[in-house]
């Protein structure tokens, strides 16, 4: 299996522990964003992952590259160029306090790519899947464009595509993100949403009425309907306080025509950041692993539980960590 | 509005993490003290806030000096001179293990003050209000004075005073503190205190028989009966272990007869020093701000909940932050 | 009271805060091993405590001996020689991801010692108890015997023996340890173990149908019974997160056939290594001190509870600390 | 003396020590900018100064807001509000590494100010001198106007202007620079160069034949003569590693003709960054002390050495300490 | 350019700055070993590296794993497998303390690897070098065998070898690796040394009678006449401190009988780790970029003494970064 | 040999690297004082030492204790009790700019001590050597009765004395310590000194007209005379900047009239602190391991030259490494 990652890497700057920005003296540094993130994901599981993005030809961009390299993901076809890497800025929230997220995106080497400089064709040649988020065409410039010049090469050479919708309202405003990512999402095989953005940029509802897990249903057989998407998986959060979430998700395959809900779980969250992607990363090792879709969205939502509890975008654990948590592991007690 | 704020701030030394004191190899240094901390909250929400004291003229006491410049409280009417500046060792506790402070505060600049150090015409010339606990008198020496000057200068200026009775057994007996502070609450104005304090400094008991809201407002009306004052606020603490608490509050506004009582919020504890602090900077900001009492005690205890997540002393929040937890936040979602 | 614990310090390697290992950067680095543990545990409630083991002569060597000086472990006793101390990485879980640890210890300089390496009437001299936990002979080569040189000692001298079962599977086999800890077992006075543990390497579980307090009580009468020990003490632990467990214990005391149970606590982990080390040096401690069953075996667990809020392998708290946690602490209240 | 200082102030990211950006996992964050720096260097010395340009109106411009507070620089006249605050990337040479800026300050709030963002007459009110450096106009936009506006302001009111010609090649070429600064340095009193900019920027270049002293001397004459400074300061510097430079000065005074050289300095190096703007406050601080030239050109030149022993940009030393070095100090004796 | 080294990596635990071990409460952990140094070095010049060694299957052995692969070195044929990764702790000297390496790397994965563990055919595919050094046959057991079934796959395909000879007293005597290397370099094309090593590995020393460049030329020359190496290299160091020393070297090329000198270097040491690996980088770069050996000894030269100003064991140097200070650079202005 | 050492130990408050006060955000905390000091460099050299002062009972006090217990200090004859420890603060200089110590010492545990504090001839049974510093009567209170206390009894027990006499004018005038010192060196057999303080406490100046060797002659022979030292030695250092010192030592032995020099070092600084109880250290050392005066003089210098490498007021240096830097080491070449 051979995962392409389409979108931006961004220098994360963190304060130390609990400290607010106006408290900080220095900043943790690390390189993140949702595609590499989960480009890191798969290549923790052994997968085969690239990463596709543009960086500036200096030392930050290197180290954004590398940071990648080091976790066995193939850089290869990342473009060098342009005038900056995009910087995200984060301190992490506590009990009744928000995690704050500051973005310093804008004029990145990514956000002011040209589509030629991605030839699809040489970058997806051997690859099984493409995957890639809502945030790549919110980037704006060309970048939906792009993004529909990867989709349309990978229907023509039969490659599957996963997206996560991930509505980012400091990006675009719902409007512009309908109305790119409606036409994106209809080249999308595997579509990861929340039932929220699934609202805010599909317009999908579950039909009046419906509550629970017949509403999440509702919206993802709505999904799969209106925009032909193989599987539709909806990640299922609800958050009691900073430091506290639940996380379950559900699948619906729309070929079986079958619906399958993990096993929810309560987390005590070390860094919240990444959660999402390691869903992803979780989901497309698993049904490319060619494990039943009821397996899949347990492997799924159990390695995004897992990514709560470990510093940083990425998450570090192995195929078999997961298994142990699906098969009811949890408990933590110490591995020696 | 402008607030003068008056007492001893002290270099806080704080081994790393959960390290206790025979662990640790180095100390975060912060400073920090009962009423600059109210006056950083205060200047953290956009009030005019000062700071006055008397620090050593030396580089730590600079340090000191400028932590508070930093955060925008006006340090022009602090006294230089003096041997030494106060220190305070601080251990952070976890589970059933409690935090544990050192003082070594005594021989300090400002507990070795004058009354004649401090011409508070010319200190409290455009303030609204003068705060101070009761940690100040506490320090001994001349500062019982020195807080009287204070007091009657504000009663001929018309500056309202607020007072958190703030006992430490470790500064004086509740023999010593209850001579003291009965003259000086006298000429308070807004009293904060906690149950189990005024009853050991100022004797006031609830009624036999109540418990509950009944006892925290039969005790708030005795006191403001007794001493005069025409608000008494009571924070309610409940303590389950060193990372877990409860907090609300109640006020009793003696002009009107009202009571109010704040939402109950669950913390989960970064760090928990200056919680009162920053429920005093909250009450102050909320009451000047001319907010009703019902929601001055809202924002005074939603200000000093978003405390208890913050690593150091002083609350760094903004008024918009308070008011969203006041109006439901408090979910901990990651702001973008 | 003397105590002289036997058995292996390692250098501990452990990622900053939540780091996995392959994010690491920086190891913290102390010095941990369950029979030190229990002595710096010992020494610090005042009691004399000496440790013994065989340490490399290079600086690493004189690094982990001086960790011990540090907090009062006499260490006049230990043996300089060998090629390497021990290592162990241990990276701390959150939630559902457990803490790992990872070995490297093999051809230590303890695990290549020789039984001439110890004098045993020269070391036991004066000592009051002898202490060592499964781990010392599960070294391998000639721990065993060296081990039942120094029971034999002590029975000769009059020397009190403890024992704590404590089987680690990457060590030796179920079988290996049988046969050896049968043999040592009998020589032990107080021998600590958990359910688990007493029945994978003693062969004893509790009679069948029994669940519970009822079973637990079981399986130490039968230990005392079969192996002759004066108490039986086992401890109890259940894991619901990597962040949460909850700790009971039981002693059995097979001379007055009376059997009590501690209180049982919930605990918030900061470092859950060196527990199990924390509760026998309680034990210890409380024992010889003459606390009666009842109140050895609430001692033994506070302190056990108190070690989950510390960093590191060593319990560093007082007597009257553990005391206050017995009497009703555990609130978490400020120490000022 | 009140100083205003206008330019931009940016958050500098430095990996630790004297790690390359692509070994850093952290970076120190401190913030700073050429004119914020010597404003900075003002304060220290006990000096009214202010600081002027324009911040996002976020956590981060708020940080660097509060860097300025804390060393005691007036921030009142800071406009806030659009995109992004610059950075720069700094690492640390040594020996034959030299170090290394990358700059990411394109699209900042103050790079994309306008004119209306600065209402000069209430901006100067109050203040004796005004100071920037060749970098201000060099950031574009209306920045060349602005700095026009301020001069032209500081003209009608008798404010004395001072600015450093500090050529960046990043930023402009020489012909724009000339261009735009020669306009700009005709309304400049104090105008410090070196002899590589004077030369490259306003095109003076000492009379043929002439080396050394009498080069300099030349330079200064010429440049005094044709834009009208009063004053003229060279800075010289030579460079024989990343850890070893020799720093003197000179000033030429136009009015009484006058040429005076510094002491030269061998340094050993801590930061290198920020040495010249060290130098402008002291030189600034030390004319407006009412000083002779002969003597500022001393201060300012020992100040400047003093900054090389002090990391991060700010030269934190005071009028005695700079006096101590001018005076023969330099032993590095031990203060105690 | 695709260069095969070989050899071992390790853990390397540094106390911070300039601490002794017995001080230390954490170490900096970096990975490395002398020949994936010269990987790491090969990698950063944009060079085709790979790095062949058995790593343990462990979290530990995939952090080594990841190092190499973070600048970008082949790890794909890294065989994993055995007990544990070697470690080196290091602490850094100054003045006259010299740093203090303590090695304990007896027992790991690579010194236990067997010679069925390497299919040289198959690693050695596409190959344009080969290197390693003494260290790896002095690591014992079957390593010297390896090494010889390397170079002989070297010699059949057609593949250049280079080696630094190496040698290090604590892994075997002089008589032990002067009979393995003596068959070993005469397979070896490029041979590095210093004048030290050449005598006690391979006995060869200068003609009676000559001194400094005469006596280098004279070892030269007798080594590749006596063992046939087409160029052998000498680095040439003086030590005056910890913190000091000068770095030169030579070349003779064999088959033009031509003897180079490189400039000679005065060194600040940031660390000294790795300097020779570096020297070796440089010299297989240059040489297989085809420079002329009066070139290929400057850039090698040049790239060793720009390691010792980088912290940790490898060379994240730039092929223009080398190329400044041979054509002149060395100054260490700020480069931005 | 066993060597009691009495006076102060403080808590040394140190910002990270060269960082100045103003800078600091945390400090490094460690634990020294002069005649502490020269305990554990005792200690380090394997001598039995003791270390005798007044301790807070309090955590910190605890601290203060382990750090001496840590490196193998004696100290079981502190007294525990008063009422704090002191404090200095230390910041690091770097080339002009000097070191700077703040101290806050007054009101500590030892500086309140009574002389019914000390049973000395509790504390000197079985010591062959007693040390204290002109620092320890300094402290006032006392302080002068106690160190005139302990010398009386080793007179009477045959114990010899040993003093640095370390004026330290914040403590004392010449004229107070010039009344205290004269009646103390007169029970002192080995006193150490440097030329100015010769001259400022004991008004023992060289003859007119003598310089260099021959003044240092004539200070010390003048010293031995006037106050009976058996031997009478001096530290000679001359400071060129805060980085780089010379040092060297003479020794006037009043039994044999034989002068002897040291050799003369350069040294490049890492901690000036503490150089000089790192040569009494070695002085005290070599003198009673019976080595002759010349060789004692120059184990004492390169001891003390050694320290000045090191982090923190301790000089962590075994026998052999000073032995060896005598014996021509110096060079700094990587020990392995």
Chains 1, 2, 3, 4, 5, 6 share one sequence.
Not at 146 to 174: E, F, P, V
Request: charged residues 25%; negative net charge.
């Amino acid at each position: 299996m051979k995962t392409v990652c389409f979108g931006e890497i961004m220098l994360r700057l963190s304060p130390e522990g609990h400290s607010r920005f106006v408290q900080a003296e220095s900043f943790n540094a690390i390189y993140g964003g949702a595609e590499s993130n989960t480009a890191v994901s798969l290549a923790n599981f052994g997968a085969d992952a690239a990463f596709v993005t543009k960086l500036p030809d200096n030392p930050i961009g290197q180290a954004a590259l590398n940071s990648l390299r080091r976790f066995g993901v193939d850089t290869a076809k990342i473009v060098r160029g342009g005038p900056r890497l995009g910087i995200y800025y984060c301190e992490t929230g506590a009990s009744q306090r928000p995690s704050k997220v500051v973005y310093d995106r804008a004029g990145s080497s990514i956000a002011l790519a040209k589509r030629t400089d991605f030839d699809w064709d040489a970058i997806l040649d051997g690859a099984d899947w493409f995957y890639f988020t809502g945030i790549t065409p919110a980037l704006g410039g060309e970048l939906p464009e792009i993004c529909m010049d990867a989709l349309t090469a990978c229907r023509k050479k039969g490659i599957k595509t996963g997206c996560d919708i991930n509505y980012r309202s400091n990006l675009w405003t719902t409007e512009e993100a309908g109305r790119v990512m409606r036409d994106l999402v209809r080249l999308v095989d595997v579509c990861i949403a929340n039932e929220e953005h699934a609202n805010l940029v599909l317009g999908i509802r579950a039909d009046e009425g419906l509550t629970g897990d017949a509403a999440y249903e509702s919206v993802a057989k709505k999904l799969s309907a209106q925009f032909g998407c193989r599987q539709t998986v909806l990640t299922i959060r609800s958050s009691t306080s900073a430091d506290d979430n639940t996380l379950t998700a559900m699948l619906y395959d729309a070929v079986s025509d079958a619906v399958c809900f993990a096993k929810k779980y309560s987390i005590h969250i070390v860094d919240r950041i990444g959660g999402g992607d390691a869903f992803s990363g979780g989901l497309l090792y698993a049904l490319d692993a060619g494990r039943p879709p009821e397996d899949a969205i347990e492997f799924a939502t159990a390695a995004a539980v897992l990514k709560h509890s470990i510093e940083g975008d990425c998450n570090h654990v192995s195929v078999s960590e997961v298994d142990a948590l699906v098969q009811g592991g949890g408990s933590g007690r110490v591995q020696r």
